[in-house]
């Protein structure tokens, strides 16, 4: 569920993941470009304030969207040497973890352009 429970996230063991209405069911957006060639469990998980979408995948790395556009932001490369299958983020301390045989911990950074 999201923050305010108005949403659900769903993954599965394909390759898309879904964001649908907590009361009504309706589909609210699709959420691509992770692999799962595998046909495993991926998890995927909100931030803390239900703006973006983190995902494991086979690639071994981790994908995050924005919630609202469906938008890839960018996609973290931790070396995970095997599938991603676990993605969680700390709401308190700001730190998303994702873990296949190994772990990985990721700190939001503020870098500016020094235009």
């Known amino acids: 569920f999201s923050r305010?429970?108005?949403?659900i996230l769903i993954s599965?063991?394909?390759?898309?993941?879904?964001l649908?209405?907590?009361?009504?069911?309706?589909?609210l957006q699709s959420f691509t470009g992770h692999l799962n060639n595998k046909g495993i469990p991926i998890e995927a998980s909100f931030?803390?304030?239900?703006?973006?979408?983190?995902s494991g995948s086979t690639d071994?790395?981790?994908h995050v969207w924005n919630a609202d556009t469906g938008y890839k932001v960018c996609v973290l490369n931790a070396d995970h040497p095997a599938p991603v299958?676990?993605?969680?983020?700390n709401p308190k301390y700001m730190m998303l973890a994702s873990a296949c045989t190994n772990m990985a911990f990721w700190l939001p950074s503020n870098v500016e352009d020094s235009a």
């Open 4 to 7: 305010d429970g108005k949403t």
């Open 12 to 18: 599965t063991n394909g390759s898309i993941i879904r």
């Open 20 to 27: 649908i209405d907590a009361f009504h069911g309706t589909p």
């Open 47 to 54: 931030s803390p304030d239900s703006q973006f979408i983190f």
């Open 60 to 62: 071994g790395r981790v």
């Open 85 to 89: 299958q676990c993605v969680q983020f």
